[in-house]
């Protein structure tokens, strides 16, 4: 009989999977007003019982609330306006990719999120486990292998070693990457490598709306505390006649639109009308929807939450599309399209009258022409926390100059995302930029961001560079594991080659050895086991494919510091399993039926292997593992809670 303890690599696999669950159910639970009251401190006024996403909180606690500046901001920048402003899209009723028929901003961004949390969670949970490496060792950036084996031996050094104390030194002493040693040349070759940017439409617009000349020529007043005010007149002043009046001695007035809302409402309102231009597109077709269609897709844009909910249940359940669904629940019920043209404009339709009402709420959540305005009021606790270290950037750094290389580093990437013209001129198809060429565009830039570091470590009050140097310091310890809570029996007996598994869940592996025995049968148990065997394939198929594709990365990025674009841009994708777990989760988006009777459909792009189910480990250990969060939370909290 099969043993049932769990081994390194079957503890690592289960720890992969209740980290990815939980990490993207927290994030998708934040679409319910119910979970932001109760997320907690400092978002809720009061900590509840349970609180509803445990694995997001002990990310805030250990990274983002004990910030420089973040960490001294007004409790009712959370608990007023950062909760309001949720609240407010929460109950905005937003579209869900299986109205649309396909997978939609929003879900792309909450999975990029998801995937990201899980990844700081495990370390921050698990730990990352020491191991002896040679601080003799000389590495050579121009070979994929040393740059690989460098990101180790760097964090490696980094958390338990005196590597942060060196940087922090050579930083202020140098802006040139040369002058560090081969061991952090090599780290940073991997960090750029790893780093794959995602075009985003609205980036474009943003960009060319954004007055960078009034930027760059408040940034050049000397007086610190009279440029942060000329910072803020020029974002947040309200556009209205008080703005006017008050210079004359007038009142000034909450109404109106500050530059920072118009620039959102200009780029909204664009989208809105390419929107409607697309819907009179529809509307002008043979195929066009019927007015009585077009007036049953508006009704069920306008239903709430629970009542949408209800018909896309009964579209799942059918196997029938969510339109079909939507005309027949009509009274009297509408006729289903005759044909699949009428079907395919009647789904399009009513994504893009569902696209034209998100922007809208979103205008009026973001940049409300009232009183109701939570997005100025934040910011302006924000700038009023971070004073001091804007202040001390001010004496240190030329902040114009670094305006100036930030937007060059903009019109770049845009430049790059865009779609490629054809020869004629006109708009050809629309390919992705390869590796390749995001790597040469940031190895570009990096050498600006060098400078604005050194700048502001050199010539900054003593200060700032404490802050932040004791900031790192606290973020490094959230991933040392102590000898007190090394699983030494795990780690010894563990064969995996791969050094993700050598430690099975590190710090967390009593815990989740604990729950595994927990299952009160033996059947199940083998069942479970069963799936993480599979899952830790599944895990070092992806980690092989990851380290091949780091590889393939030395023909264009590691052989020569500047290096000849590649002939094409459908360029092969990034080293990182963290872009496969991301697809994984946009492949589980379930998009609505076609026009002909069919199983809700899976938005699946293919990336490089496919997740078996893991339902009966979630369904068993999943309520479980949350209570394990729940008390590492507490833990958290405590301990930053206890800084200074």
């Given at each position: 009989?099969?043993?049932?303890?769990?081994?390194?690599?079957?503890?690592?696999?289960?720890?992969?999977?209740?980290?990815?669950?939980?990490?993207?159910?927290?994030?998708?639970?934040?679409?319910?007003?119910?979970n932001?009251?109760?997320?907690?401190?400092?978002?809720?006024?009061?900590?509840?019982?349970?609180?509803?996403?445990?694995?997001?909180?002990?990310?805030?606690?250990?990274?983002?609330?004990?910030?420089?500046?973040?960490?001294?901001?007004?409790?009712?920048?959370?608990?007023?306006?950062?909760?309001?402003?949720?609240?407010?899209?929460?109950?905005?009723?937003?579209?869900?990719?299986?109205?649309?028929?396909?997978?939609?901003?929003?879900r792309?961004?909450?999975?990029?999120?998801?995937?990201?949390?899980?990844?700081?969670?495990?370390?921050?949970?698990?730990?990352?486990?020491?191991?002896?490496v040679?601080?003799?060792?000389?590495?050579?950036?121009?070979?994929?292998?040393?740059?690989?084996?460098?990101?180790?031996?760097?964090?490696?050094?980094?958390?338990?070693?005196?590597?942060?104390?060196?940087?922090?030194?050579?930083?202020?002493?140098?802006?040139?990457?040369?002058?560090?040693?081969?061991?952090?040349?090599?780290?940073?070759?991997?960090?750029v490598?790893?780093?794959?940017?995602?075009?985003?439409?609205?980036?474009?617009?943003?960009?060319?709306?954004?007055?960078?000349?009034?930027?760059?020529?408040?940034?050049?007043?000397?007086?610190?505390?009279?440029?942060?005010?000329?910072?803020?007149?020029?974002?947040?002043?309200?556009m209205?006649?008080?703005?006017?009046?008050?210079w004359?001695?007038?009142?000034?007035?909450?109404?109106?639109?500050?530059?920072?809302?118009?620039?959102?409402?200009?780029v909204?309102?664009?989208?809105?009308?390419?929107?409607?231009?697309?819907?009179?597109a529809?509307?002008?077709?043979?195929?066009?929807?019927?007015?009585?269609?077009?007036?049953?897709?508006?009704?069920?844009?306008?239903?709430?939450?629970?009542?949408?909910?209800?018909?896309?249940?009964?579209?799942?359940a059918?196997?029938?599309?969510?339109?079909?669904i939507?005309?027949?629940?009509?009274?009297?019920?509408?006729?289903?399209?005759?044909t699949?043209?009428?079907?395919?404009?009647?789904?399009?339709?009513?994504?893009?009258?569902?696209?034209?009402?998100?922007?809208?709420?979103?205008?009026?959540?973001?940049?409300?022409?009232?009183?109701?305005?939570?997005?100025?009021?934040?910011?302006?606790q924000?700038?009023?926390?971070?004073?001091?270290?804007?202040?001390?950037?001010?004496t240190?750094?030329?902040?114009?100059?670094?305006?100036?290389?930030?937007?060059?580093?903009?019109?770049?990437?845009i430049?790059?995302?865009?779609?490629?013209?054809?020869?004629?001129?006109?708009?050809?198809?629309?390919?992705?930029?390869?590796?390749?060429?995001?790597?040469?565009?940031?190895?570009?830039?990096?050498?600006?961001?060098?400078?604005?570091?050194?700048?502001?470590?050199?010539?900054?009050?003593?200060?700032?560079?404490?802050?932040?140097?004791?900031?790192?310091?606290?973020?490094?310890?959230?991933?040392?594991?102590?000898?007190?809570?090394?699983?030494?029996?795990?780690?010894?007996?563990?064969?995996?080659?791969?050094?993700?598994?050598?430690?099975?869940?590190?710090?967390?592996?009593?815990?989740?050895?604990?729950?595994?025995?927990?299952?009160?049968?033996?059947?199940?148990?083998?069942?479970?086991l069963?799936?993480?065997?599979?899952?830790?394939?599944?895990?070092?198929?992806?980690?092989?494919?990851?380290?091949?594709?780091?590889?393939?990365?030395?023909?264009?990025?590691?052989?020569?510091?500047?290096?000849?674009?590649?002939?094409?841009?459908?360029?092969q994708?990034?080293?990182?399993?963290?872009?496969?777990?991301?697809?994984q989760?946009?492949?589980?988006?379930?998009?609505t039926p076609?026009?002909?009777?069919?199983?809700?459909?899976?938005?699946?792009?293919?990336?490089?292997?496919?997740?078996?189910?893991?339902?009966?480990?979630?369904?068993?250990?999943?309520?479980?593992?949350?209570?394990?969060?729940?008390?590492?939370?507490?833990?958290?909290?405590?301990?930053?809670?206890?800084?200074?």
């Amino acid at each position: 009989m099969a043993s049932e303890e769990l081994s390194p690599s079957q503890a690592h696999a289960l720890f992969d999977i209740l980290t990815h669950h939980e990490a993207y159910a927290e994030i998708e639970g934040l679409k319910k007003s119910y979970n932001v009251v109760n997320f907690g401190a400092p978002v809720s006024p009061e900590t509840p019982s349970t609180l509803s996403s445990p694995l997001i909180q002990i990310l805030l606690h250990g990274f983002v609330f004990v910030l420089p500046g973040l960490r001294d901001v007004n409790v009712e920048f959370w608990s007023r306006n950062v909760q309001a402003i949720i609240t407010a899209l929460d109950d905005s009723n937003l579209s869900e990719s299986y109205d649309k028929g396909a997978v939609g901003i929003r879900r792309t961004l909450s999975s990029a999120v998801a995937a990201s949390i899980e990844y700081a969670a495990r370390g921050c949970l698990g730990g990352y486990a020491r191991r002896s490496v040679d601080r003799n060792r000389n590495y050579d950036t121009s070979k994929p292998e040393d740059v690989a084996a460098a990101w180790d031996h760097f964090l490696q050094e980094t958390i338990y070693g005196d590597l942060l104390d060196k940087l922090f030194k050579k930083a202020a002493e140098t802006d040139k990457l040369s002058d560090h040693e081969s061991l952090v040349q090599a780290a940073h070759k991997y960090g750029v490598a790893m780093l794959e940017p995602q075009s985003i439409a609205a980036a474009a617009m943003i960009h060319n709306l954004t007055p960078y000349f009034l930027i760059r020529q408040t940034l050049r007043i000397g007086n610190a505390a009279s440029m942060i005010n000329g910072m803020l007149q020029l974002l947040l002043a309200k556009m209205n006649m008080s703005t006017v009046t008050s210079w004359f001695g007038g009142q000034p007035s909450d109404s109106g639109m500050n530059l920072l809302q118009q620039i959102i409402s200009r780029v909204l309102n664009s989208d809105i009308t390419e929107l409607k231009k697309r819907l009179k597109a529809i509307d002008s077709s043979a195929d066009r929807p019927t007015p009585e269609q077009t007036e049953a897709l508006k009704a069920y844009i306008s239903m709430s939450a629970d009542q949408q909910a209800e018909l896309r249940s009964k579209s799942a359940a059918s196997h029938t599309s969510l339109p079909a669904i939507i005309l027949s629940s009509r009274y009297p019920p509408l006729p289903e399209p005759a044909t699949t043209a009428q079907h395919s404009n009647l789904l399009v339709s009513l994504s893009l009258h569902l696209a034209v009402r998100d922007r809208q709420l979103l205008i009026s959540t973001l940049c409300p022409t009232s009183a109701r305005d939570n997005l100025t009021p934040a910011i302006r606790q924000l700038v009023t926390a971070y004073d001091p270290i804007i202040r001390a950037v001010h004496t240190a750094v030329d902040l114009s100059a670094g305006t100036t290389n930030l937007e060059s580093f903009l019109t770049d990437l845009i430049a790059l995302v865009q779609p490629i013209l054809s020869r004629s001129g006109s708009e050809g198809e629309r390919s992705t930029p390869s590796v390749a060429e995001f790597v040469m565009l940031l190895e570009k830039h990096a050498p600006s961001s060098h400078v604005f570091i050194h700048q502001a470590l050199k010539n900054s009050p003593h200060d700032l560079g404490a802050w932040y140097k004791d900031y790192t310091t606290h973020a490094v310890q959230q991933y040392k594991v102590f000898p007190s809570s090394s699983m030494s029996s795990l780690s010894s007996s563990s064969s995996a080659p791969n050094a993700a598994l050598d430690g099975g869940a590190g710090a967390l592996s009593p815990s989740l050895r604990s729950l595994f025995l927990s299952i009160p049968s033996s059947s199940q148990r083998a069942t479970v086991l069963r799936e993480l065997d599979a899952h830790a394939s599944y895990l070092s198929s992806l980690a092989s494919n990851s380290q091949q594709r780091m590889l393939n990365l030395s023909s264009f990025s590691f052989a020569s510091p500047s290096p000849s674009p590649p002939p094409s841009r459908q360029g092969q994708q990034g080293p990182g399993i963290f872009l496969y777990k991301w697809q994984q989760l946009m492949d589980e988006t379930e998009l609505t039926p076609g026009p002909i009777e069919e199983t809700a459909r899976k938005s699946v792009n293919g990336t490089g292997g496919k997740a078996l189910s893991v339902r009966n480990t979630i369904e068993l250990l999943g309520p479980g593992f949350k209570q394990i969060l729940q008390e590492k939370c507490a833990e958290t909290q405590r301990a930053a809670s206890a800084l200074p």
